[in-house]
């Protein structure tokens, strides 16, 4: 076994919690095909970015990968049919978002029984493509942050030129949600070769797979695969092994546990020099492009209480939650609620009729005990255990007092804008309150107030533009008046000169008359005298 | 299908009045002590100090429309209703304890807006309150039953707390004034008079009136320190605030001892007499009026300590816990407004 790959962390993350893993039992079964749904609904949005558009009509028959939808803008991704069958409705569902709202989704009739998937070549082969070539059947397959943010990750791969190292993040660390876990031990050799061409497609030198303590099988199975790498690879990448602690799978953390740097405020991991991609995308990509086949399914954990044979299924996304749940015999008279994701960051569904989309990790069918609603809500008493456990070492009760009072200004001077929302803060609250939920609040508060701020300077800049334009033709007109005046004044003047002339000339004449008659006067005078 | 819609999903099932219970289990060995050398008058003033509490906190929060169960419920009233209680003097009359619960309750805490509001600590300023209006009272520890011929019985303490007299006739004054020729100042009180005699610390520890008032302070601090270990241990307090006070108050000591051993006592009789462990660990770690940021905990505890040798040393009080603490409360918003911490991230 060569250990010169495997290296576990010495630095630490500020705050965090080791909570119930509650990861068994769905972790302890090999990975399990889905079943094929009768209807599948693709909602245009299930990315981060802005919604693909449409490119088919009701009616029109598909194929499996074909293209269905496509990206729209700098931030998007394509979509495509998981499925044979017939377009039967593009119309607003239900959505699998904290919200729960309809919004456009394309539903499809599926008229397969069964799936054939495409024999994948050798990913060393794979690898001799260009980095264009992948990124760009990256972005053709319609690839995402599987991790549950649902980035493209093509514009991941773009926006992070200056990257010289890729971090293949599989620090799982929310409770019950195992698939990256299961993905690494079922597919090790996939995830390896994914991150390969991830890291050929980004142009990283030096590939880093990190994951926790917790997943001992999992960091077997990597190893495994590393072993069997030729040398000139195995210099290339590195597994590191983390404690285990959540929030540890957050990408800020994870570079933090591993570099002992943080990611500045307001920048992404490429300022350390990293790219972030997750367990789930490298396999994708390994499929994209030994397979050639679009992103048309995904790794969902199956658990919760209510579920008799919990497990990490190999879903097509569209599966609503319904049939997902019902694939790993949900039992309906013990569900009180589907958590999708974790119970951490993850929210409850308001309607099962929701689809898994890209963005789906987990699915949690609870049993009305397995999560009990929270007490009622009680003062802050300034305990401080939210400070303890806050991993971006913010004052949570500081926040959550500026937040109630709307002291949004105060909020952002305490980084409320540093907050990644994990929940620790709440989880340990023993008032019981929902603090995120007052940070998501004044977030939105302050998103809304900065927009106003901008409109409203936009506005001065318009309105001083437009001032400056008043007074510069007030100016202009008072110049050119003022030269006019000035213009008629010197006319006067020369008018005044002229006269003047002809007043001096007269004057002259009138002198010289006077002198004339003076000197007459003085010879009459003198000779008067003389005599 | 109800939804709870919350996050997170999970909790760690803490609450704030089991916190509140944990205090109030951790003040037992203490209490037992001061039982054991004080008396039944210990008891009988938890009674009463709790009923006030609970009563006056019911009372206001039903007058401000909230729910008047919490005042049993969140278990906060009777905690102050606890520290206080266990504060003052165990024989003061019991309309002492209701004004000074009452003022706590309703001045100190419901008029600043109730739980987690309050800038003061409500039992210290309440304590100060009485201390203040009525001095004689409120520094007269009767002494500890080593000193006595019998003990005072159940029966004779109610009759002094609710009617002033024992059923014998002896009066509160009486008591007060020594019994058996002994004063009821506390071990600090005399160490302070007898400094003022020009006499050394060394001195006035080997007298025999020092030497048997000392072990009841001594083993209620050793008790109380107990109850505070435990809460750290259950995570119910955070131990920075007593770890910063008893290393803010046995430093000063330390070092004034060291260098004028003749004029100031040492760091031992310092942590081991009045209320220093009980202060330590209950009294500031009441979490709504301390310092909140890690590094504004260690200022607050540490301030505290300081002010307490200081007051301890100069002042002419019994104790100087609750002026330390009250005074420390003020500083807590400049404290936490320069002491927060950097923000992952942050340049």
């Known amino acids: 076994m060569n250990q010169m790959n495997v290296i576990n962390t010495t630095h630490s993350i500020h705050g965090g919690l080791h909570l119930d893993e509650k990861?068994?039992?769905?972790?302890?079964?090999?990975?399990?095909?889905?079943e094929i749904p009768d209807v599948v609904v693709l909602p245009l949005n299930m990315h981060a970015g802005r919604d693909a558009v449409a490119i088919v009509e009701v009616g029109e028959n598909l194929y499996r990968g074909q293209i269905i939808a496509e990206a729209e803008g700098q931030i998007s991704a394509n979509i495509h049919s998981p499925v044979n069958g017939k377009?039967?409705?593009?119309?607003?569902?239900?959505?699998?978002?904290?919200s729960g709202l309809?919004?456009?989704?394309?539903?499809?009739?599926?008229?397969?029984?069964?799936?054939?998937?495409?024999?994948?070549?050798d990913w060393i082969e794979a690898l001799t493509e260009s980095p264009e070539v992948i990124a760009q059947s990256i972005e053709a397959a319609g690839i995402v942050g599987l991790g549950g943010a649902g980035f493209p990750t093509a514009s991941k791969i773009a926006a992070s030129a200056?990257?010289?190292?890729?971090?293949?993040?599989?620090?799982?660390?929310?409770?019950?949600?195992?698939?990256?876990?299961?993905?690494?031990?079922?597919?090790?050799?996939?995830?390896?070769?994914?991150?390969?061409l991830l890291a050929k497609a980004a142009a990283c030198d030096f590939i880093e797979v990190a994951t926790e303590d917790n997943k001992p099988e999992a960091i077997d199975a990597i190893k495994d695969v590393l072993n069997t790498l030729p040398e000139h690879m195995q210099r290339r990448i590195q597994l590191y092994v983390c404690p285990t602690k959540y929030p540890m799978g957050g990408e800020r953390q994870l570079l933090e546990a591993i570099t002992g740097q943080q990611v500045p405020s307001n920048t992404y991991p490429v300022e350390l020099g990293y790219l972030v991609h997750n367990i789930g995308t490298a396999l994708a990509v390994y499929n994209c492009m030994t397979r050639s086949e679009p992103l048309l399914s995904r790794m969902v954990t199956l658990t919760g209480e209510a579920i008799r044979r919990p497990g990490v299924y190999h879903l097509l996304l569209g599966t609503t939650v319904k049939d997902a749940i019902a694939m790993a015999g949900v039992d309906e008279t013990i569900l009180a609620q589907v958590i999708h994701g974790g119970p951490m960051m993850g929210y409850p569904l308001q309607?099962?009729?929701?689809?898994?989309?890209?963005?789906?990790?987990?699915?949690?069918?609870?049993?009305?005990?397995?999560?009990p609603p929270l007490p009622e809500e009680q003062p802050c008493i300034r305990c401080g255990q939210c400070v303890d456990v806050c991993p971006a070492t913010l004052l949570p009760q500081q926040l959550y007092w500026f937040a109630r009072s709307?002291?949004?200004?105060?909020?952002?001077?305490?980084?409320?804008?540093?907050?990644?929302?994990?929940?620790?803060?709440?989880?340990?609250?023993?008032s019981h309150i929902p603090l995120v939920d007052y940070y998501r609040y004044a977030k939105s508060e302050i998103k809304q107030l900065d927009q106003a701020?901008?409109?409203?300077?936009?506005?001065k800049v318009k309105f001083d533009a437009r001032n400056d334009r008043l007074e510069q033709e007030r100016l202009e007109k008072e110049r050119i008046k003022a030269e006019k005046a000035k213009q008629r004044a010197a006319n006067k003047a020369a008018n005044k000169d002229k006269n003047d002339a002809v007043a001096a000339a007269l004057a002259r004449v009138k002198a010289k008359k006077a002198q004339t008659q003076q000197s007459n006067d003085a010879d009459n005078t003198s000779e008067d005298s003389k005599p | 299908m109800s939804l709870v819609n919350q996050v997170p999903n999970i909790h760690n099932k803490q609450s704030l009045s089991g916190m509140m219970r944990q205090v109030l289990l951790a003040t037992i060995p203490g209490v037992l002590v001061l039982w054991y050398f004080f008396g039944w008058g210990v008891f009988i003033q938890l009674a009463i100090a709790s009923a006030a509490a609970v009563a006056s906190e019911a009372i206001v929060l039903k007058m401000r429309g909230k729910d008047w169960r919490r005042a049993i419920n969140d278990s906060s009233a009777l905690v102050t209703a606890f520290l206080f209680a266990i504060s003052i003097p165990a024989l003061v009359p019991w309309w002492l304890t209701v004004i000074g619960i009452c003022f706590a309750i309703i001045f100190v805490k419901q008029l600043y807006g109730g739980l987690g509001f309050n800038p003061f600590n409500p039992a210290m300023a309440a304590y100060v309150l009485l201390l203040v209006s009525f001095p004689v009272l409120m520094s007269s520890w009767v002494p500890s039953f080593e000193m006595w011929s019998q003990r005072l019985s159940l029966g004779d303490s109610l009759h002094i707390i609710f009617l002033g007299s024992t059923s014998s006739g002896i009066s509160y004054t009486e008591l007060i004034n020594g019994f058996d020729g002994y004063s009821t100042a506390t071990p600090l009180d005399h160490m302070r008079n007898q400094l003022r005699l020009e006499l050394m610390p060394a001195e006035i520890a080997d007298t025999a009136e020092f030497k048997l008032m000392t072990p009841a302070w001594m083993w209620a601090n050793v008790a109380f320190l107990v109850g505070g270990l435990y809460l750290a241990w259950r995570k119910a307090l955070d131990w920075h605030l007593p770890l910063a006070l008893l290393v803010g108050l046995a430093g000063t000591a330390f070092v004034f001892n060291l260098f004028a051993p003749e004029q100031y006592p040492s760091m031992i009789f310092h942590l081991l007499s009045g209320g220093t462990m009980f202060a330590a660990f209950f009294i500031i770690t009441d979490p709504v009026t301390a310092s909140t940021t890690p590094k504004g905990r260690w200022i607050f505890g540490i301030g505290v300590g300081i002010l307490m040798w200081v007051i301890r040393t100069f002042g002419s009080y019994p104790d100087a816990i609750a002026f330390a603490i009250l005074l420390m409360n003020m500083a807590v918003p400049t404290i936490d407004f320069y002491t927060r911490p950097k923000a992952y991230g942050e340049r």
């Open chain 1, 23 to 34: 990861k068994a039992p769905a972790c302890n079964v090999a990975i399990q095909e889905g």
């Open chain 1, 87 to 98: 377009v039967v409705a593009i119309e607003p569902r239900p959505m699998s978002s904290r």
């Open chain 1, 102 to 121: 309809p919004e456009m989704a394309i539903v499809i009739q599926t008229t397969d029984t069964e799936i054939v998937r495409e024999t994948p070549c």
């Open chain 1, 162 to 196: 200056n990257a010289r190292k890729l971090l293949i993040n599989g620090a799982e660390c929310e409770p019950y949600i195992c698939c990256d876990d299961r993905t690494m031990r079922d597919y090790a050799e996939q995830v390896i070769g994914g991150a390969f």
């Open chain 1, 351 to 371: 309607n099962l009729d929701a689809p898994v989309t890209k963005i789906t990790n987990c699915l949690i069918a609870a049993t009305a005990d397995e999560i």
């Open chain 1, 406 to 430: 709307e002291e949004f200004e105060k909020a952002a001077s305490f980084k409320i804008h540093d907050c990644i929302e994990c929940g620790l803060c709440s989880y340990v609250c023993p």
């Open chain 1, 453 to 459: 701020r901008i409109k409203s300077e936009r506005s």
